[in-house]
């Protein structure tokens, strides 16, 4: 099997840092990450599991995770964010790979996204393929600041999962939503001239709860599918509340600094 580089990208993930390396480990032959300023021992821990650390302030998520490819010692990179671990199937269906003639560009798998223990099946989370492995001369990270992917020309999935912890519990699930999430969503928004008007809170943040209960599903999750659906609506609501209020009110504006978004 050719070799993989694993790669990550954090920021204060001392608590999950070890796991996702081990779960590198099991593919890879060099494992790389990236930090951005880690005030906790998210580096120490990771060059004491044998990463090599590169230190970078945050440039935006695309960007970010160009770096650990570009830095790597082979072509073919397994990238993971911090809280994703991979499946015995996922490490089964990557070993059995051959990357060394590969007509693919780039290999997806199906990712488990969690709040506590909770593996949530509706809302659209899951099957939620993500492409995690790829040929790094061949392509790469887009340069999207926010949510970035890969744009591959000839991905493949695979028939595995990975398991993402996404939140801890449903404060974090909606304290997020309503916190951080929405600033940066409302303050890109602006930043792009993006406008909102008195109706586009209430309605954004309705479409956002019947797309995520009714069309796909939350109403079969139980609370939790509920929980979700709400706080997608949450999000959607407060984002665009956020950018009437930064149009409507100088002062608020003038507070905000936009140079830090990312």
């Given at each position: 099997?050719?070799?993989?580089?694993?790669?990550?990208?954090?920021?204060?993930?001392?608590?999950?840092?070890?796991?996702?390396?081990?779960?590198?480990?099991?593919?890879?032959?060099?494992?790389?990450?990236?930090?951005?300023?880690?005030?906790?021992?998210?580096?120490?821990?990771?060059?004491?599991?044998?990463?090599?650390?590169?230190?970078?302030?945050?440039?935006?998520?695309?960007?970010?995770?160009?770096?650990?490819?570009?830095?790597?010692?082979?072509?073919?990179?397994?990238?993971?964010?911090?809280?994703?671990?991979l499946t015995?199937?996922?490490?089964?269906?990557?070993?059995?790979?051959?990357?060394?003639?590969?007509?693919?560009?780039?290999?997806?798998?199906?990712?488990?996204?969690?709040?506590?223990?909770?593996?949530?099946?509706?809302?659209?989370?899951?099957?939620?393929?993500?492409?995690?492995?790829?040929?790094?001369?061949?392509?790469?990270?887009?340069?999207?600041?926010?949510?970035?992917?890969?744009?591959?020309?000839?991905?493949?999935?695979?028939?595995?999962?990975?398991?993402?912890?996404?939140?801890?519990?449903?404060?974090?699930?909606?304290?997020?939503?309503?916190g951080r999430?929405?600033?940066?969503?409302?303050?890109?928004?602006?930043?792009?001239?993006?406008?909102?008007?008195?109706?586009?809170?209430?309605?954004?943040g309705a479409?956002?709860?019947?797309?995520?209960?009714?069309?796909?599903?939350?109403?079969?999750?139980?609370?939790?599918?509920?929980?979700?659906?709400?706080?997608?609506?949450?999000?959607?609501?407060?984002?665009?509340?956020?950018?009437?209020?930064?149009?409507?009110?100088?002062?608020?504006?003038?507070?905000?600094?936009?140079?830090?978004?990312?």
């Amino acid at each position: 099997m050719a070799a993989i580089t694993g790669v990550v990208i954090t920021l204060d993930e001392a608590d999950n840092i070890e796991a996702c390396l081990a779960s590198l480990a099991r593919v890879c032959d060099e494992l790389i990450v990236v930090d951005s300023g880690s005030r906790d021992d998210t580096v120490v821990r990771a060059e004491a599991f044998g990463a090599r650390v590169i230190h970078q302030p945050y440039l935006g998520d695309g960007p970010q995770k160009r770096v650990g490819p570009q830095a790597a010692g082979y072509r073919w990179v397994l990238s993971l964010d911090a809280d994703e671990r991979l499946t015995d199937e996922a490490v089964a269906a990557i070993l059995a790979l051959d990357l060394d003639d590969a007509g693919h560009d780039a290999y997806a798998l199906r990712r488990r996204n969690f709040i506590g223990s909770r593996w949530i099946r509706h809302c659209g989370w899951y099957p939620d393929y993500c492409i995690r492995l790829f040929d790094r001369d061949r392509t790469g990270f887009s340069d999207s600041r926010q949510h970035a992917s890969v744009p591959a020309t000839n991905p493949q999935r695979l028939d595995a999962d990975l398991e993402h912890y996404s939140f801890a519990n449903l404060a974090e699930l909606f304290g997020k939503a309503s916190g951080r999430f929405s600033n940066r969503a409302a303050k890109i928004m602006y930043l792009k001239g993006k406008r909102a008007n008195g109706w586009s809170p209430a309605l954004h943040g309705a479409n956002a709860f019947v797309r995520k209960y009714l069309f796909q599903r939350g109403f079969a999750g139980g609370l939790d599918g509920v929980s979700v659906a709400l706080s997608a609506a949450v999000n959607a609501y407060l984002k665009y509340a956020k950018l009437l209020e930064l149009q409507r009110d100088a002062k608020v504006r003038d507070a905000e600094d936009f140079d830090r978004i990312w």
